[in-house]
């Protein structure tokens, strides 16, 4: 919009409301021109502008609206939502139209499932090499481990082992299977899939069965003992979901049920399994005792309130007061079994009884004790917040 024609609007506007300040607007703002006859005000623009701004703001708020719940459609993707349809309304001025939008195929389902079912063998591509020195670098292993696969990654912490990552787990199996006791940079290493501590086993359906049973504890288990080599050992009694081998001396060997790990675990304890004599056992979870920790805390709740109704805070305290003058003082009203005076104005005295503590506090508060005229109550304890440091 041409600059003069706005003064012009800004000008007409002002002279309806404060004609000094038009005037002065217009001499600064140099209007030389007036609006034609009949044009449409600063006002009249405005409601115009809102209007037809409004109409386009609840358009776009409905588009977005729309990208919003089909992408929420895509991520909480289930078999009855893949079949499903999200029906949006968009407004616009020749009407409301309807668009019908499909939530997403079920090929994006099926491959969240896969991706799903093979998280846990995505996560075994990094290997823990055993037995290397603290100068080894990857140039020492190249040549050896890349006819695997592709490697990723590399760590020497130099405190004798080193982790050597591959981008497939079939490439990772490979390494181990060829590369397991032979040498490298002039020493013999020992090799072996890596897993997070939080992976006690089978994910999902698997870590539950686990619970009830399913899983073994293998003990004098060599380290260079492969996982398949388990697996076979032990498939005889039934159907091996997962075994796994830290190279320990033990290892642990998952069926999918509980009563082939128990007939596993009768038919080979005390016997030689992958030329070694092991002791098998069922594999008990750990389980955190949340109702053992409850009522610990519960304890020291309760011992807390207990101290707190037998000790007193008394302020405005003489610093040369002594404990056996104020233990003296309070006395008269029961069994004193401390006096502390940390010489900062206040002091803590404790009684053998809550009674106790109630009666010197309804005799002594505001009355002078040791010289000077104190005020008592029942001491309160600071609580401690963790991470934060004392409240």
Known sequence: MDTQLVNCLVYDYMATVDTKLAEK??????????????????????KHF????????????????EESSTKKAKQNLSPDSSKASVKIVEDSECGTEEVEVKAATENVYKANLESQGNSVLAERTKIFIRNVSKEVVYEDFQTKVEQFGKVTDFVNPGRGFCFLTFSSAEAANACIDALNNSEIA????????TRKKSEAGPTG?????????????VHGVKQETGNDEL?????KFGKVIDAFNPGKGFAFVTFSSPEEATAGAEAL?????CGNCVSVNVSKPKVKLVADSKSKAEKKSKKREVLESFRLFVNNVSEETTQDDLKSAFAAHGTVTDAYNPGKGFAFVNF?????????????????????????N???????QKGRGKS
Do not use: Y
């Open 352 to 376: 053998a009884s809550a009674d106790e503590a109630q009666a010197a506090i309804d005799a002594l508060n505001g009355k002078e004790v040791c010289g000077k005229e104190i005020e008592c």
């Open 50 to 65: 809102k209007e037809t701004s409004t109409k386009e703001m609840k358009r776009k708020h409905a588009i977005a609206e």
């Open 205 to 217: 359906k698997d870590a539950s069965e686990n619970v009830d049973g399913c899983k073994l504890f």
């Open 378 to 384: 029942l001491a309160k304890f600071k609580k401690v």
């Open 25 to 46: 607007f217009k001499k600064e703002a140099k209007v030389t021109q007036q609006l034609p006859p009949g044009s449409p005000g600063i006002v009249d623009i405005f």
């Open 186 to 193: 002039g020493k013999t290493v020992q090799m072996n899939i």
């Open 269 to 273: 304890n005390g016997k030689e399994v």
């Open 231 to 235: 697996k076979e050992a032990f498939a």
